[in-house]
């Protein structure tokens, strides 16, 4: 008899489990693998049989989310545990200024609890706080190989109302464990720690709009104070932030319409689903025809479409020298029950069912970009985590109907 611990590659074992077309070292990523041999009847005939046994080797799943302040990161976290169920909330009984929220499968921690430097250290040295020179990559990297290997951390809190660093919190490794902020992909150790990462792109101009929108009419703002702050920011958002999406397997990037000429509020978007090629775990999304160049107009009698309509497009590209799969939306919905029709066009979505993504889009309708292109591909994007997740944990996630 084969005893488990016998050598024999997983390749080898795959074949002579006949399941050699599943042998590559991708399908076991993130898995224990190992042979044992099992008596098998059939027909009245005896014999022993290869068994090819599979475990996950994976306590918890890591996502690492890039994006500057204000690009909506809030907002993507509630769309992606919204596939998993449930409503992410602080710690309870913690420090009512945590940053952390916690739902039944993930735990979402904001890398500002990373800095070195307090808002009064930064302002002595003169330092902004993307600067990494601000940030305690050391223990971010510590930490968050603990949460991977099953141990739980005493984390500080960054208090963005005292701009001081509070005592720690205890965070206890969760299913799957979010890391969100301005530095998740900087520092190669703790990029190298995240099962998927995911950069919010968001342009100048568009950027630009949101802030007025939230600062300006929200928090009595001026214009040229907000224009003056984000000038501010620029040199080292450029220098330290914008250079981390070249890491990310997926990029969502928001752009100003191209259907309405010198549009600036930012009220139309046009907004791109950048997926790389040859990821292990997943496969990209498409509209139509994989591989192929499509340009989609489908305003007409199964989708309405007040001034100035919608434009789907997808096809390959190169990004940063990699090769990648570009769906991309301009302009919004007006009726989001009839995203449906669109759903029908996408194949590899990661969706459990057909409309699936139509209802969790109806389900967050009041969440910002619901309409658009960002809701949309937040959506889809949650659905490529969630599938992750079930191949890494061996673990499958019941759609949320």
């Known amino acids: 008899m084969m005893a488990p611990t016998q050598a024999l590659s997983a390749d080898r ?52 989310l890039a994006a500057d302040s204000g690009c909506g990161k809030s907002t993507f976290m509630r769309r992606m545990t919204s596939c998993f169920g449930g409503s992410p909330k602080p710690p309870a ?77 205890k965070i206890s490794p969760p299913k799957m464990y ?16 995240c099962d998927v990462k995911i950069y919010l792109d968001i342009s100048p101009e568009v950027k630009f709009a949101w802030k007025v929108q939230r600062d300006s009419k929200e928090r009595g703002h001026s214009v040229e104070s907000i224009e003056a702050s984000i000038k501010a920011r620029k040199p080292d958002f450029d220098a330290y932030i914008d250079p981390q999406k070249k890491y990310a397997d997926i990029i ?33 999304a498409y509209l139509f025809d994989e591989g192929s160049t499509i340009s989609w107009i489908p305003c007409g009698r199964k989708l309405t479409c007040s001034f100035p309509g919608i434009k789907f497009q997808y096809g390959p590209d190169t990004y940063f020298g990699e090769e990648v799969s570009v769906l991309e939306m301009d ?21 459990k069912f057909y409309g699936e993504i139509t209802q969790q889009m109806l389900k967050n309708s009041t969440f910002p970009g619901s309409k658009n292109g960002t809701g949309l ?15 890494l944990m061996q673990k499958e996630v019941k759609p949320m109907v």
């Open 13 to 64: 074992c795959a074949r002579s489990a006949g399941l050699a077309s599943k042998s590559g070292s991708s399908f076991f990523q993130g898995q224990q693998v190992f042979c044992r041999s099992a008596v098998v009847k059939s027909c009245g005939v005896t014999r022993r049989q290869s068994v090819l046994v599979v475990r996950s080797s994976q306590n918890t799943v890591i996502i690492g």
């Open 93 to 169: 009984g913690g420090n009512p200024d945590s940053n952390t929220l916690i739902s039944e499968t993930a735990t979402v921690v904001c890398l500002d609890d990373y800095h070195s430097l307090d808002r009064f250290g930064r302002k002595e040295t003169g330092l902004t706080a993307l600067d990494p020179k601000a940030q305690d990559f050391d223990t971010m990297y510590e930490q968050t190989q603990a949460i991977k290997d099953g141990k739980s951390i005493d984390k500080l809190i960054y208090n963005h109302v005292t701009g001081l660093l509070d005592p720690p919190e």
């Open 178 to 193: 979010v890391i969100e902020g301005l530095h998740p992909f900087h520092d190669e150790r703790v990029r190298n720690l």
């Open 252 to 284: 969502i990037q928001v752009l100003p319409t191209q259907l309405i000429p010198d549009e600036k509020e930012g009220k139309v978007l046009r907004v791109r689903m950048i997926q790389k090629e040859g990821v292990k775990l997943y496969d990209p």
């Open 331 to 351: 302009g919004q919905f007006d009726k989001l029950e009839e995203l449906i029709y669109v759903e029908s066009h996408l194949s590899n979505t990661s969706a």
């Open 377 to 391: 591909f937040q959506t889809m994007v949650g659905l490529k985590i969630r599938e992750v997740y079930e191949k």
